[in-house]
């Protein structure tokens, strides 16, 4: 499905409104929008809310054997999708431009800074080594994807625990949840990824912007630092010329919004840390707002408790026995047993109990289906002969 | 209770009540409108006590859901001779017949309008073409004699150069791709490509168009727009205290704004996107807020 057309009116609206300054919702020129963070009940799992877009992160880890060139390391893979109930634009199949554009700045952005200390998730060199593995999914495209999603990437790494694992000799154990505590990843430093979109040949610049905001921009700038203002990964799309007093520009404000949001992470994780501790309910389901307009109403409905037995045991008196079924005969061919305890077999093997045979005496076959029926007499028979 | 009538001749109409009080009934075989089959000396008719129309001017304003029904048969079909009142009933969107019962389709607040309209009002977003609605769609296309227009349906919907007013072979209408056009359809069911035109049956435009010069566009709610367009709305009589603009309203949900400056254009649109879910009080406190320049 194709996504509705932008309209010149549209653009020139827009275009006239940075002129001036204005922006759609009435944000700043490097105003963020709210950023909120929510962690649902497994480790790893992190939900992103910058305004209107939604993406979702999800962390898992495997053993696997580790790269030739790096045996002691451990593996960090990223896949970011475009899902359809993001946008109409969003088309199932093929990967898109913007799939693999965003796909190889997450990469660039968390990979190569090696904000995660690798070595760490060795766990026998040349043989078992971790391998991170990070989903990242948007739910709603309302503009600067890549920012939402590199925010839910490393909270969700950070977020995340892998089982403990013990070594002893060549033994290696991998203990679950419930007998040890799973450990978090060691992760040095949080890089996130900040986007200022150009207009009128870089004349103007927004920070964070949305999805019409998008729509009309000319080039796109994404710089990835962490709150140390080191640099991680810069990228700029779109074939704008920028000046070298703009790049600068750029990166001290993106060193600003960047302190802003890793505090906000922090605090997120350590609310999430206390409400787990605490015993709360935390998660996903929970931190869902429940705006409730209907509710389902039952009326009490009475349960009977009066003793059936006497009355079962009056029916089954009076009521006529059950036909007779012959079973079929069982022919033990040699080689063939029946399966259980005790059941006939050609196999020569000595009968510890005697008593069984005299019952098995009669029948025999190879039908598998009368033998399971076979099987399920036996089992009524020793019942009732039991009480 | 019954009251028999005398023998009569076959011609003559019969003056029976029937048990459940509200119905007269026509024939001597008829029906009566609880629709229990009764001949002339008895009714069965202990499943009803009133007639349709009163269940559901009693429900009118209470919210039904999908699923809901009204059974107590519908009137009975036309009389054999034309005296007493008919009860008849005009199901608009969201009712249905099926049979003797009127079925609810979607999930809103049942309407009334004098004397015998009900309707289920709900809100979406999605729009459905109709025909003779007006709406404002993007151009996307031009294709030979047939511009293709965006109105945020399934499929584009098509119109004709030669739709436009005081528009020849050789006189062109002006329309590039990306402008808006305020048109209404002619063709709109499910099973044909939808035609915009952007003339009235007489010919004259009517207000019709392209248009948008240095608007904004917003998406609403399908809800708010039938607001918007109601004959006394409120929220067109508190726009109009707060300051001049000019507002083209499509049925589709989308509504071009413009004010005097740029930056009571974008208040204007924030506030149509707000009010959505606002009651009326809510709504002329934040006006009101506007007004005083607090925003």
């Not at chain 1, 009475?302 to 006529?320: L, R």
Request: aromatic fraction near 6%.
């Amino acid at each position: 499905m194709k996504d509705t057309p932008l309209s010149n009116c549209e653009r020139d609206f827009l275009l006239k409104a940075i002129e001036e300054k204005k922006r759609l919702d009435g944000r700043q020129t490097y105003d963020y929008r709210k950023i909120k963070i929510t962690f649902g009940t497994d480790y790893g799992c992190c939900f992103v809310d910058l305004g209107q877009t939604r993406v979702m992160a999800q962390v898992s880890c495997e053993l696997v054997a580790p790269k030739e060139s790096r045996p002691n390391e451990g593996i960090m893979f990223f896949n970011l999708e475009l899902s359809q109930m993001a946008s109409p634009a969003f088309e199932q199949g093929r990967q898109s431009e913007l799939s693999v554009k965003l796909n190889r700045q997450l990469e660039r952005c968390l990979r190569n800074s090696k904000c995660i200390d690798t070595e760490s998730l060795c766990v026998v060199s040349g043989e078992k080594v971790w391998q991170i593995r990070v989903d990242v999914h948007t739910l709603n495209n309302d503009g600067n994807l890549m920012d939402a999603a590199s925010v839910a990437a490393i909270s969700a790494l950070c977020h995340f625990r892998r089982p403990d694992v013990g070594i002893q000799g060549e033994e290696v154990t991998v203990y679950s949840p419930e007998e040890r505590d799973p450990i978090p990843l060691s992760i040095y430093h949080m890089p996130i990824s900040v986007s200022f979109a150009f207009f009128q040949q870089g004349t103007y610049l927004l920070v964070d912007p949305c999805e019409r905001e998008e729509r009309v921009m000319d080039g796109l700038l994404m710089i990835a630092m962490n709150k140390h203002r080191e640099i991680c990964s810069i990228q700029s799309s779109g074939g704008i010329m920028l000046l070298k007093e703009q790049v600068m520009r750029c990166s001290k404000i993106a060193s600003v919004k960047v302190s802003e949001i890793t505090e906000l992470i922090n605090k997120a994780l350590l609310n999430d840390k206390t409400a787990r501790k605490a015993g709360g309910r935390c998660g996903f389901a929970e931190s869902m707002p429940q705006e409730r307009i209907t509710a389902l109403k039952m009326d009490q409905t009475s349960v009977e408790m009066t003793d059936v037995s006497e009355t079962v045991s009056s029916i089954v008196q009076t009521a006529e026995a059950p036909p007779q079924t012959v079973p079929s005969p069982l022919v033990p061919v040699p080689g063939v047993g029946q399966i259980g305890e005790g059941l006939c077999n050609t196999w020569g093997l000595e009968e510890e109990e005697e008593e069984e045979d005299d019952d098995d005496g009669e029948s025999s076959g190879g039908d598998s289906v009368a033998e399971v029926t076979k099987m399920e007499k036996e089992q009524h028979k020793d019942d009732k002969s039991r009480k | 209770m019954m009251r028999r009538t005398r023998r009569r001749k076959k011609e003559e109409v019969e003056d029976i009540k029937c048990a459940c009080q509200n119905l007269i009934l026509r024939s001597d075989r008829g029906r009566c409108g609880c629709s229990s089959r009764f001949s002339i000396t008895s009714c069965s008719a202990a499943r009803c006590s009133m007639s349709m129309f009163s269940i559901l001017k009693e429900r009118v304003g209470q919210i039904l859901l999908p699923g809901d029904e009204f059974c107590c048969g519908p009137q009975d079909t036309l009389p054999l001779t034309d005296s007493g009142r008919p009860e008849r009933l005009v199901a608009g969107p969201g009712l249905r017949r099926s049979g003797d019962r009127l079925l609810v389709s979607r999930s809103g607040v049942l309407r009334h309008k004098e004397p015998n309209k009900f309707w289920i009002e709900s809100q979406q977003r999605r729009y459905v073409p109709a025909k003779g609605e007006t709406v404002i769609g993007i151009v996307t296309a031009k294709s030979g004699d047939v511009f293709k227009v965006d109105y945020g349906g399934s499929e584009q919907a098509s119109l004709s150069y030669l739709a436009f007013e005081g528009a020849t072979k050789r006189n062109r209408p002006n329309v590039q791709v990306g402008d808006l056009v305020f048109a209404q359809f002619v063709v709109a069911n499910k099973d044909m490509e939808p035609e915009l035109v952007c003339i009235d049956g007489s010919g004259r435009a009517n207000g019709m168009g392209v248009f948008g010069a240095a608007g904004l566009l917003i998406k609403l709610s399908l809800g708010l727009v039938r607001r918007l367009l109601a004959p006394h709305s409120d929220l067109r009589a508190d726009l109009e205290q707060l300051f001049p603009c000019e507002l083209v309203v499509g049925m589709n949900g989308r509504i071009w704004v413009r004010a005097a400056s740029v930056q009571q254009t974008l208040i204007l649109a924030n506030l149509l996107q707000s009010c959505d879910t606002m009651t009326a009080p809510q709504r002329q406190q934040l006006f009101r807020r506007i007004q005083l320049g607090a925003l």
